[in-house]
């Protein structure tokens, strides 16, 4: 990828990721390119003052007791911003998720995210905390929750490292982006995922369609060629290879 903002950065971070807090910063200055680190870093030393002791629980009651909890406005690409968030007390899971790392880092607490399907969740000091309620999760709530999944509690509470935090909200991103018909922006996002992921072919497998609807097939199939390229097997190289020749097989379209 060429021509992306920060796209340096990205790149570094890929290379020797940082923490959480700053992959999440990194992809809320896309969003949000006037971000202040800066500012973000002493708003979460600020919170951090007023937790009573160095606990789980004394963590999510004094950010609950600031105000903090899920966005009313829940698709808005500004809940993936964390300076936002701070801003405002209200975003999504994932977001607010770094809320709690980055005051539980100040504080000395153990803490990392957890890639709960469909809803983020934050493990401080093996409590498992639900940042959009910002409150502890119960037993049997949980219990509910991974059931409903049709998981295991190992396959379901899976630890986050920073490049899963960035991956997740950049989809997260993407997808508002394509709900919106914006697919140029949903290029954008999942090319600063390309940067970062580990394993570039679900990421260029996703891109396929997004060419198509945004007018390049060239790109399409350029991409599809290289997701070809990586499959994991000869079913999964064939099927895509087909799609290949129904793109090729398609009229040209005029401009």
Not at 4 to 22: I, K, W
Not at 183 to 202: E, V, W
């Amino acid at each position: 990828m060429q021509g992306l903002p920060l796209e340096e950065e990205f790149r570094d971070f890929a290379r020797a990721p940082g923490s959480a807090l700053a992959g999440g910063l990194l992809v809320g200055r896309v969003i949000e390119p006037a971000t202040d680190p800066v500012w973000v870093h002493a708003e979460l030393a600020r919170l951090a003052h007023s937790v009573a002791e160095p606990s789980a629980q004394a963590l999510v009651d004094a950010l609950a007791a600031a105000g903090f909890s899920g966005a009313d406005t829940y698709y808005a690409q500004s809940n993936s911003s964390i300076a936002h968030v701070l801003r405002t007390q209200r975003g999504i899971p994932i977001t607010l998720a770094l809320v709690v790392l980055g005051v539980a880092e100040q504080l000395g607490l153990s803490a990392s995210g957890i890639n709960f399907p469909r809803h983020f969740l934050v493990a401080v000091e093996r409590v498992l905390i639900d940042p959009f309620r910002m409150r502890p999760v119960a037993p049997a709530e949980l219990d509910q929750a991974i059931a409903a999944q049709g998981l295991s509690a190992q396959d379901a509470l899976v630890p986050a490292g920073p490049i899963d935090i960035m991956l997740r909200m950049l989809n997260n991103l993407r997808l508002l982006a394509e709900e919106q018909d914006d697919y140029a922006r949903a290029l954008d996002f999942s090319g600063y995922q390309l940067l970062i992921s580990p394993d570039a072919f679900p990421v260029l497998v996703s891109r396929i369609d997004l060419w198509l609807h945004a007018g390049v097939p060239d790109m399409a199939r350029h991409e599809l060629e290289q997701a070809i390229a990586l499959a994991p097997d000869r079913a999964v190289a064939r099927q895509l290879e087909q799609r290949l020749g129904e793109i090729d097989a398609a009229p040209p379209q005029l401009h």
